[in-house]
């Protein structure tokens, strides 16, 4: 079964197992990081991991920027994640940072996707007390600054890697090592970033982790209703107001496009999360087949997002325009300008470039 499986997806190897498992041995004290701006799957992969070393006797400790999103916060533990928006984070962390023994980045190529003022931490501590450095990601171009990394661009999500790597593991009462919650966590990572299977899941490996994961005691009923059936009724009317007023729809470059500034988010009383999956709204108007959402925030700039219905490659656009990443049909950056001068980038890279001059997928 897992030869079939390996056709469609790269599973991390035995190799790469037993380096992990042998830094986690030697860690008493791992310090856990999500990228900038979380969503479900690095949330979702930083709880689930928090928990299972928790469980191993080890004393972790979680960390990341930005906010979590209102629709994540019931997962389990979610409150012990030491938070850092903007300059400010809890006096906690400092001391997190100095007794970490290993740091472990999970769902992020590059430290930079931590944040500015987290990297800037990181690389302090490294070069204070140098420690392990290692990443578990599923995006492209990892950075070499990691000591180790699996890295499979491939794999639907974090998650999916963070399942696969402990699946077949008991504890030392012969239980599984995935517990109801940790199964929870990473399912709630996989259903986020595939966007309920709608997107970067055609392959039988994604549904069979899945499958394991129901069998670990996943709540799938409640994932869905509280990430996809929770929202405000402010929420919902944000979600009129950009598909009536705010998308742009460009026939000829088979695009549209949307942004939100800060006056518009304060309108709605925009909570964290509440922008999750507005980008995918214009895929579900024939023609369309890129989709860019532009947003105004207080520390990181314009946030760009991009998406793509499956038949064009949008990561280069983030690249070549923004400097930004992530796949080939997700992808995203942070610009430091106005949401009219990235727009404006946006647009002049699909003219000049033409749409047929993007990579097609085969």
Not at 42 to 71: D, E, F, Q, W, Y
Not at 169 to 196: F, H, Q, S, V, W
Not at 223 to 240: A, C, M, Q, T, W
Not at 341 to 353: D, M, N, P, W
């Amino acid at each position: 079964m897992k030869e079939e499986l390996n056709r469609y997806t790269s599973l991390p190897t035995q190799e790469e197992r037993e380096t992990l498992e042998r830094y986690l041995a030697a860690s008493r004290t791992p310090l856990l990081f999500g990228h900038i701006s979380p969503d479900g799957d690095s949330v979702g992969s930083v709880l689930a991991m928090l928990h299972l070393l928790r469980n191993r006797g080890k004393k972790p400790i979680a960390t990341m920027a930005g906010h979590i999103p209102n629709t994540l916060t019931w997962l389990p533990a979610n409150e012990e994640i030491l938070m850092m928006v903007g300059n400010d984070y809890p006096p906690q962390l400092d001391k997190a940072f100095k007794e970490a023994d290993l740091l472990i980045a999970l769902d992020f190529n590059l430290p930079s996707r931590t944040g500015k003022v987290m990297v800037e931490k990181i690389t302090k501590a490294l070069k204070e007390r140098p420690r392990p450095f290692i990443a578990i990601d599923h995006h492209e171009s990892p950075s070499s600054e990691f000591d180790f990394i699996i890295s499979k661009p491939d794999a639907a999500a974090t998650a999916e890697l963070v399942t696969e790597l402990f699946r077949d593991n008991l504890n030392e009462k012969g239980e599984r090592e995935i517990t109801p919650e940790i199964a929870t966590c990473l399912l709630t990572g996989i259903i986020t970033d595939t966007g309920l299977f709608n997107h970067s899941s055609s392959y039988p490996a994604i549904f069979e982790a899945t499958a394991d994961l129901l069998r670990c005691g996943a709540d799938k009923t409640k994932i869905v209703n509280k990430v996809y059936h929770s929202f405000s009724p402010d929420r919902f009317r944000l979600e009129g107001f950009v598909r009536y007023e705010k998308i742009v729809f460009d026939n000829q470059l088979k695009t549209a496009y949307f942004s939100l500034s800060l006056d518009e988010q304060k309108q709605y009383k925009v909570l964290p999360g509440d922008t999750e999956g507005l980008v995918n709204i214009p895929l579900d108007v024939e023609g369309v087949e890129i989709s860019a959402f532009f947003k105004e925030t207080l520390y990181e700039g314009i946030k760009v997002s991009l998406r793509s219905k499956g038949n064009l490659i949008v990561n280069d656009i983030a690249k070549e325009v923004f400097g930004g990443g992530g796949h080939i049909f997700a992808a995203g950056a942070e610009y430091e300008g106005s949401i009219e001068g990235a727009i404006a980038l946006f647009l002049e890279y699909l003219h000049t470039h033409k749409i047929t001059e993007i990579e097609k997928t085969h």
